[in-house]
């Protein structure tokens, strides 16, 4: 691929909306859930304000959250936000940074609007958010930091945080109210084990019941997962039950640690685990070698080495038993504890090399599948083919079905490339950011591509691989342009020049220039914009490179324009369409027709420039660039109010005001200002 001539290329958005989507993100509700009315009508009494609900782990903290989301859902008609933290996972937390950008995508934010500061992220969520009716669950927190910037500002927001940490600063600080969850009180054990194990069985032999709940220290999760054993088993009694589990927690030296409620639920799972048949439980210990606790049937299947259908089979002996929820369609998702346990059978239960085998098989899928992602997002553009592997990845019908995969897997293509990098698999990781390219460049998000991307410098200079270094590297200075690190972005795009110099790669030498050159624009330091410029145009047209061609005339026609050189502006973007057209670069034409218009207006020959905002508009709506079609739409409102059509300018910047609404766009206000006026 030739890095940053996609930039600003495709916007993957629908026709536009009357009114922002509604997000709809929780989790499902929890079946047979009992009890905890106490808890439920605090949370009540708390609406409209900030809530931390604490507790070990398996007490049901986020069971008693959704539960009381679901209930009052409809009090919060705007969206309902979830994101889990992962605070206690083995593969490390999601931050506060990342979890702002998915809130602020949710709520259609246009990402090119998204600022990289954290806190002016979370000052833009408290805006966005502010005097709207909704709720947000900020899952498995595990410190203060991680959930303060997702704290709303306005009492119609309502605010639930889960962790098992008390977390005073977010108390004290922030005034969060806390709600200290315990376990199960003996009633309400006895209930949950009756909707889950039957009440016959509990009436009869309720104090083998009331056993039974104190060996699983009132947990609901170890409940749960206990009283599974016996639901399908008719002849299972409750005595019965209490006997195995009593031996299994001799069997593990946990039999005089009933008041350890982590040792009852290691007691239970191990008890659960041992029952399983075995291609169940070599699917539990997949979960353990997955990415994040968070699994689609496609990359299980992958893990176990099996058909879609039988993994669908074996994996639903685990939901049966409770040891995995499903979260939508073929996806599913595990308790960390539960997913601690799977880590620890998968290094036990297998031989080592088996289980790096499966890990390198799914990091080569993700791969794989992303990069036939990143050929459906942008399908023009130039790609280094990847190494081959074993796996068969997933194909994509179209654009909207690619980016939903991304957006669904955006944690596991994260994790993805951190676990490749720390497992040693250095030659995945660093052509991971090749095929995450168009995702990022797409959706702006900052924070994941950055990290991504310097995890990925990092495993190419490890594996001596040049031509990916360079590609990295200029695809870094990109994101620190569009970020405003200006410095930064000049030293990658010149490490990048001095890399594909070295290796002879022409096509990535003619993009970092290009890409510097629009450093050098934004800086007014033109002269070395047009430097570049013009080596890189003598580089696209000794290697035939027309698309590159056509975006560097492009850019050389704005520069032109700042400059005030009209006629070799105009000269340079006839020119750029002209390739554009020819090598049916469709949405491209969008942007050469915007930037035809802007030097039209500067010549005040109003007729063509409107001709070419109409065109730009045509085009940009056509591959579903709201955003390009916004600011056309304003900018030929613009032209016509100078011109005298009063009328027809109102009745274009109301089309741009209802897009730039919709992506929840800053321009908002000054379309809203010049309609007003």
Known sequence: ???????????????????????????????????????????????????????????????????????????????????DMRGYSPRGPLTADQALEG???????????????????AALYRSVTDGRRFLVLVDNVSAADQARPLLAASDTVTVLVTSRNRLPGLVSRDGVGRLGLDVLSPAESISLL????????????????????????????????????????????????TADLAAEQDRLDLLSSGDDPNAAVRAVLSWSYRALPADAAAAFRAFGL??????????????????????????????????????????????????AYAVERANADQPPEEGAAAVRRVLAWYLHTAFAADRTLLPLYRRTPLPAEDVTPLDFADRAAAM???????????????????AGHHDLAGRFPSALWSFFDLRKLWADWT??????????????????????????????????????????????????????????EAGALANLSSVYRRLARFDEALDCLHRSLTIRRATRDLRGEAITLNRLGAVYRDLGRLDESLDHLRRSLDLRKRTGDRHGEGFAHHSLAATYEGLRQSDLAVAHYRRCIEAHREVGN????????????????RTGDTTGAKAVWEQALAIYETIGSAEAYQVRARLAG
């Open 404 to 422: 939903r995969w991304c957006e669904a897997e955006r944690a596991n293509l994260v994790g993805a490339v951190r676990l490749a990098a720390d």
């Open 1 to 83: 691929m030739q890095a940053g001539t996609v930039h600003g290329g495709v916007h993957l958005h629908h026709a536009p909306r009357s009114q922002r989507p509604v997000p709809r993100q929780l989790p499902p509700d929890t079946s047979r859930f009992t009890g905890r009315e106490d808890a439920l009508s605090r949370l009540d009494a708390r609406a409209g304000t900030a809530t931390l609900i604490t507790g070990t782990a398996g007490v049901g903290k986020t069971a008693l959250a959704v539960r009381w989301a679901h209930r009052h859902r409809d009090r919060f008609p705007d969206g309902q936000l979830y994101v």
């Open 626 to 641: 709201l955003s390009g079609e916004a600011k056309g739409l304003d900018c030929l409102g613009k032209v016509l109010d």
């Open 451 to 508: 990290a991504v991307f310097e995890i990925g410098l990092t495993s190419t200079r490890i594996t001596g691989d040049r031509h990916a270094e360079a590609d990295v590297l200029n695809w870094l200075g990109v994101a620190f342009h569009d970020t405003g690190r200006y410095d930064r972005a000049i030293d990658h795009h010149q490490e990048a020049l001095a890399v594909s110099r070295e290796i002879g790669d022409q096509l990535t």
């Open 103 to 121: 809130f602020l995508h949710a709520l259609d934010v246009d990402p090119e609007r998204v600022p990289v500061d954290p806190e002016d992220k």
């Open 194 to 241: 009756r909707a889950t194990a039957g009440g016959d069985r509990v009436d009869a032999d309720p104090a083998a019941a009331a056993r039974l709940a104190d060996q699983c220290a009132r947990l609901p999760l170890a409940l749960r997962v206990a009283a599974e054993r016996c639901a399908d088993a008719p002849f299972t009694t409750l005595a019965d039950l």
């Open 290 to 339: 997955h990415v994040t606790s968070e699994a689609s049937l496609d990359a299980l299947a992958v893990l176990l080495d099996l058909p879609a259908a039988s993994t669908r089979r074996v994996v639903d002996t685990l939901v049966a038993a409770h040891l995995v929820e499903p979260t939508a369609r073929d996806r599913y998702r595990v308790h960390d504890l539960l997913r």
